[in-house]
């Protein structure tokens, strides 16, 4: 039998990479700009490494948390610049589809209603 929860490990390393690159492709753009200081790019920059980081320990069982503890951090970048909070907004409705779908998953496989679970 197939894991299913092995290619939510997948998803949530693609998310991550997908979301690290806008994060700090958006620090280039904070770069340029007068009104925001050196700290806070680099607190931007911080969270997009740590994206790339966490797709290592993908497979540990706290690496979730720690994705979406990443997601609270991004939804505060409103405080540096309306952009970063906007971008944290949407990755944070991508990352609360993606659990919803993890969680109707381990509920029907816990229910034996997966088709890898079905006998012929």
Request: aromatic share 8%; with cysteine.
């Amino acid at each position: 039998m197939t894991d299913p929860m092995k290619g939510f490990r997948g998803v949530m390393s693609a998310m991550l990479i997908l979301e690290a690159i806008v994060v700090l492709l958006a620090v280039l753009l904070l770069a340029r700009r007068d009104d925001i200081t050196t700290a806070e790019t680099w607190i931007v920059a911080a969270i997009g490494v740590a994206m790339i980081l966490l797709c290592g320990v993908a497979t540990k069982p706290w690496a979730l948390g720690a994705a979406l503890g990443l997601q609270g951090l991004l939804l505060l970048g409103f405080f540096i610049t309306p952009a970063i909070g906007i971008v944290g907004v949407l990755f944070t409705l991508a990352w609360a589809w993606v659990t919803w779908m993890r969680n109707d998953v381990a509920k029907r496989m816990a229910e034996g209603r997966l088709p890898s679970q079905q006998q012929d």
